[in-house]
T-cell receptor
């Protein structure tokens, strides 16, 4: 099993550009999450989903959008990139409540 | 979610047990205690979780005090590969099982 796969691993964006961070899991997990981690800080929840067609905001949703059309995929869209969105983005999935998360290896994004 | 407090850093000799403390004095009855670790800049890795009882798996043991106000993660025989940031999280499992990560404890395992 591949687990949680994130693409790309690295990306440099110019201010105002847009991009989609891809996240796919092959474990048939219902719950999926997007976190960002700034240097020396803990992870902050951006968006999460408890199933296909259901998404909800986390702690820091501004500047991002998500969709969950299938159980496997949970893409994160950045519109009008800003330097404040420079961060490492982690996608995670979980079978459900009271289960541990499986994280992807992250996407390192720099906005210049 | 209840606030958790962890020491910012700890050292441990290789081969010895690493005991990582966590205070969660305001935890409510339906909040679980979760432990994750993050090695360098990799994605965090789930270690263990528990509600009231002590738990053990192939990676670690989790000891929760009877009043549930604190817990200890025990790595029985720490190796250099256990050097990582360890996060203790108290979380209500409803509402999407969302986890709030703090800054954790940087554990350094040395020879």
């Amino acid at each position: 099993n591949a687990g949680v796969t994130q693409t790309p691993k690295f990306r440099i964006l110019k201010i105002g550009q847009s991009m989609t961070l891809q996240c796919a899991q092959d474990m048939n997990h219902n719950y999926m999450y997007w976190y960002r981690q700034d240097p020396g800080m803990g992870l902050k929840l951006i968006y999460y989903s408890v199933g296909a067609g259901i998404t909800d905001k986390g702690e820091v949703p501004n500047g991002y959008n998500v969709s969950r059309s299938t159980t496997e995929d949970f893409p994160l869209r950045l519109e009008l990139a800003a330097p404040s969105q420079t961060s490492v983005y982690f996608c995670a999935s979980s079978y459900g409540s009271v289960y541990g998360y499986t994280f992807g290896s992250g996407t390192r994004l720099t906005v210049v | 979610d209840a606030k958790t407090t962890q020491p910012p850093s700890m050292d441990c000799a290789e081969g010895r047990a690493a005991n990582l403390p966590c205070n969660h004095s305001t935890i409510s009855g339906n909040e679980y205690v979760y432990w994750y670790r993050q090695i360098h800049s990799q994605g965090p890795q789930y270690i263990i979780h528990g509600l009231k009882n002590n738990e053990t798996n192939e990676m670690a043991s989790l000891i929760i005090t009877e009043d549930r106000k604190s817990s200890t993660l025990i790595l029985p025989h720490a190796t250099l590969r256990d050097t990582a940031v360890y996060y203790c999280i108290a979380s209500f499992t409803g509402g999407g099982n969302k986890l709030t990560f703090g800054t954790g404890t940087q554990l350094k395992v040395e020879l």
